[in-house]
């Protein structure tokens, strides 16, 4: 979630800021300038109260600009050059200090490079950044993330906070994470519009997402301004979480990640794609879904064409339009001489393109192989169960990936495969990572696939009365899930699977007062559909 949360939170609230004079400009801030500031950053909502230290702007030295880069093409947000874009505005640090200028369009050159006066709270302490349309989000030296809105207008439109997290952005804030490999930022506010199923073009209400590739490019977790900032939400890597990720690009919501032989990936995601804000957007499956809302299940990672020449970890997603085929991929590398630049080309393009850029090298090269990384183990959990005269198996049970497998087994032995279809709910109480004893609620969905319908004749009776009676003969089904190390709990259809199969004890209390304690119930309740609904304790077996 994001932006647009942003301003409803705020909607009708008034609060006076006091704040000690700031330090001059380019003079170190004292420590009781530096502590004020930041006392401000923790009482400022995420962009609804101006920062009285936000919006100015010093021409920077000759000393600064022969030092900034002379053309961004890349958004690099880490290393001994951090550097990034959007549409209007470059933006670069150099010594802790941020810098801005505006963007080269067309034949209209690029303006000066002017210094950013920062909060003292962080100034001179700035190690990291990245910047998506109105987003621009910097790190400090101890991992502290401040963000700030209207990035697309320049440095004087710029404002500042902390705040992160529960509840709907009032947080304490988020650090990025130690083991964080590479991360990028993502917004996708104003007027975008994302493919959905049925490949038409829908709008979503506007997110602001960091992603964060962790864990030696194993996971990758995101943070949204409304959601825990423990690392708990993730998004599936490439090959159904197999793949290792060397690095990871977005914007408007479409990520690329790139492995470690230079494999290319692309694909949509964020919480409001993913199909869980129930709160804001209206989801559906099949042709049972309204004409307003989106219809899923989203494209997964899309492979894209290998550029078989020597490339690094640096790559970048640039936005051209507001319609989600309107991206520029861009991945650094050498050409066949040796030279330094960009490969290029459109999402949906098949050739990259040479851009020579010269200079030195922004990402760590990786090694030009023949063949592909290979894959990892896949991280999953087998949970089995009756279900009267069958067998139920999801043997593929994963966090972020989906979706996974549902075994239907007769008595006779003949099986089907059904897909079941998960995206996390809201939720708003912070956890580990993985599965443990705490509940995790999934918005879920059985899909009946097209070639089990066209064998029904062909399937043994206990198969066909599975589908015609818990499923009611329909393609699409809703099931709810809550899932745990020890249980899969299928809430609407009373299904409990265990990973041996042996029946599952009833909910315990300390999962009941879990979920009704967590803030994100309440939206699990009021905005459920029949089609589209995620776990809640009033509807449990």
Known sequence: M??????????????????????????????????????????????????????????ATPAEVARLPE????????????????????????????????RRRGSTPA?????????????????????DRDWLVVVAA????????????????????????????????????????????SSTAGTY????????????????????????GRRITYDDPWLPTDGSYELCAPEQ????????????????????????????????????????????????TPWTAIRLPLPGWRRQPAIGRPV?????????????????????GRDARGRVGVWQKALDGERWRWVRTGGRLHGRPLPQAAADAPLGAPDVRSYRGAAGAVRLEVPDMSVACSPATLRVRAPSGQAIDLRLHLAEAIRQATRGPGLDATPRGYVGEIEVPVAVSDRRGALDPALRAFLDGPLGGRRWNAAP??????????????????????????????????????????????FATEQHAAPTPLRTC
């Open 481 to 526: 899930v809550l899932a745990t190390s020890g249980v899969l709990r299928f809430t609407r259809q009373c299904w409990a699977l265990t990973p041996d199969g042996r029946p599952a004890p009833p909910l315990d209390l300390a999962g009941l007062v879990h979920e009704l304690t967590d803030l994100g119930m309440p939206v699990n309740v009021l």
């Open 111 to 131: 303006g000066a490079w002017r210094r950013v006066v920062v909060p003292a709270c962080f100034a001179g302490r700035i190690r990291e950044l990245d910047t």
């Open 142 to 185: 101890d991992r502290r993330v401040f963000a700030t809105s209207h990035a697309d207008r320049g440095p004087s439109a710029l404002d500042w906070t902390m705040r992160w997290g529960p509840i709907l952005g009032f947080g304490e804030g988020v650090l990025l994470p130690r083991d964080t490999a590479a991360w990028s930022l």
């Open 71 to 102: 053309r961004v093409l890349l958004r690099v947000p880490r290393g001994p050059a951090p550097q990034a874009f959007n549409r209007g505005h470059d933006y670069a640090l150099l010594d802790g200090d941020l810098f801005a200028r505006s």
């Open 241 to 288: 979480g197999r793949a290792r990720v060397a690095g990871i690009a977005a914007a408007g919501a479409t990520v690329m990640a790139i492995g470690p032989h230079g494999e290319l990936w692309t694909r949509s995601y964020d919480f409001d794609l993913s199909g869980a804000n129930t709160l804001l957007l209206q989801y559906g499956y099949g042709s049972r």
């Open 312 to 332: 690094t970890d640096a790559i970048t997603v640039a936005i051209t339009g507001t319609d989600e085929p309107q991206r520029l991929l861009r991945v650094e």
């Open 2 to 59: 994001g932006s647009r949360r942003s301003a409803a939170a705020a909607a009708g609230i008034g609060v006076a800021l006091a704040l000690g004079p700031a330090a001059p400009a380019g003079a170190a801030p004292t420590a009781g300038q530096r502590q004020d500031s930041c006392d401000v950053l923790r009482a400022t909502p995420q962009m609804a109260w101006r920062n009285p230290e936000s919006g100015r702007s010093v021409p």
């Open 193 to 216: 519009r994302f493919r959905d199923a049925s490949g038409g073009l829908r709008r979503t209400a506007g997110a602001g997402t960091l992603y964060e590739v962790r864990e030696g």
